[in-house]
């Protein structure tokens, strides 16, 4: 189960990768848009490409992080919510000239969109309670998701916080394996010997 961990640790940093690459198509799309352009539709059909791609390896993570470790229902819980909710915000964004109630510059969906996934965030650190190593992998990526309000602040679409979400999280994942491949963190996955995994930091 180790291995399995390893690779949903992986194939979490890959799918955040590949929301950098939609967020940055996304970028090019509202700065050439006209529907009467083929050019258009093929950067829409590179943007939902890369999209599928994320997403199919965010759930693959988090299928083999679910299957390999052991308790943690909060994460459990949180992660799956997580990748649904940013499918519903991607789609949304990238039709947002079809969908009237879509507001992409509204402050107050960016502020929902970054506490929500600041707090699906700090359900990581149930991986190896009380180790301060990742507590500020998990701090950084905190700050960096709640960075993603001020592109709404000083006017950006709702992509920019979708962009800084992926980076964190790309982070996050990367960091998490780079511990534990190091043994800097221990997680105890199915098959290990059990040990408590209740949470009790000192760091915030």
């Known amino acids: 189960m180790r291995d399995t961990l390893k690779r949903g640790l992986t194939y979490g940093m890959v799918g955040n990768l590949f929301f950098i690459a939609f967020s940055l198509v996304c970028l090019i799309y509202y700065n050439i848009y006209d529907p009467a352009k083929i050019s258009s539709r093929i950067i829409e059909m590179i943007a939902y490409t890369v999209e599928t791609l994320g997403f199919l390896s965010l759930m693959l993570g988090m299928i083999d992080i679910n299957r390999s470790v052991r308790m943690r229902p909060m994460l459990k819980f949180g992660f799956p919510v997580y990748i649904l909710v940013e499918l519903v915000m991607m789609i949304l ?22 506490v929500f996934s600041a707090a699906v965030c700090f359900t990581f650190l149930s991986l190896d309670p009380g180790k301060s190593c990742l507590e500020v992998a998990v701090t950084i990526c905190f700050g960096v998701i709640l960075g993603g309000m001020l592109g709404n602040v000083i006017g950006i679409r709702i992509y920019f916080s979708i962009l800084t979400n992926a980076v964190a999280y790309a982070g996050l994942f990367s960091a998490i394996r780079y511990m534990y491949c190091r043994e800097m963190i221990e997680i105890d996955c199915h098959g290990d010997k059990a040990r408590v995994a209740e949470y009790d930091s000192s760091f915030f």
Do not use: G, T
């Open 93 to 114: 964004e990238l039709n947002s000239y079809q969908i009237e109630f879509y507001k992409p510059y509204s402050l107050l969906l960016a502020v929902i969109h970054a």
